[in-house]
């Protein structure tokens, strides 16, 4: 193993796996709330940084709850290297890259961690990947959107969602300075009155 940094062709690999996964987060995010009758924004108050694994759960078990008509729609969605795509992602984003092995694969220390066989020690799972890889888990995950949007028929939806506009938030807006209260002048500088008073 020799410490050596991603390539160029390694980056925009991992770049397209990481949009991919927070495109499908979003569509997932889209299934829990028409499925337990709330909005999105709702959803994300509820579930806020839930990880992805979790929100699949969530979702396949409201789609169990729904019926077999949903729950096939569903299950429609999950292809056989899902799985894959999801622990790649976590894998070079939460991870740290080890190097590169002999063989030609970029390893990476991932955050998981398995029930260790001894007591008082920890197993922590590495992952490696090679260029291919990258590049078959990016190609797989944007298949995986494409078939998520036309199974669970958001693709409209999102087209209009990306057509509203963006308007910039209350507090991002610059606060118009109060106006300067007029100071009294001091008592010595008052103009006195050429006429005393009850002349």
């Known amino acids: ?60 078990y409201l789609a169990a709850a729904r019926g077999p008509e949903i729950r096939a729609q569903y299950e429609n969605c999950i292809t056989p290297m899902f799985k894959e795509i999801i622990q790649c992602r976590n894998a070079v984003v939460h991870g740290q890259l080890l190097g590169k092995s002999e063989d030609g ?7 998981r961690t398995e029930e ?32 998520i949007e036309k199974s669970l028929e958001y693709e409209g939806l999102r087209i209009l969602r990306r057509g509203r506009s963006l308007e910039p938030h209350r507090k991002s807006q610059p606060k118009a300075k109060p106006a300067a209260k007029r100071k009294r002048p001091p008592r010595s500088s008052r103009v006195k009155s050429p006429h005393p008073k009850g002349r």
């Open 116 to 147: 260790p066989a001894e007591v008082g020690k920890s197993v922590q799972l590495v992952f490696s990947f090679s260029r291919a890889d990258l590049v078959l888990y990016a190609d797989e995950a944007k298949k995986a959107v494409e078939l």
């Open 1 to 60: 193993m020799k410490h050596e940094e991603l390539g160029e062709l390694e980056y925009q690999a991992i770049g397209r796996v990481v949009r991919a996964c927070a495109e499908i987060e979003e569509l997932i995010t889209m299934f829990i709330a028409e499925q337990a009758r709330i909005t999105d924004g709702t959803v994300a108050i509820l579930l806020g940084q839930t990880a992805l694994s979790k929100k699949l759960s969530i979702a396949n």
């Open 105 to 111: 694969h970029w390893a990476f220390l991932s955050v």
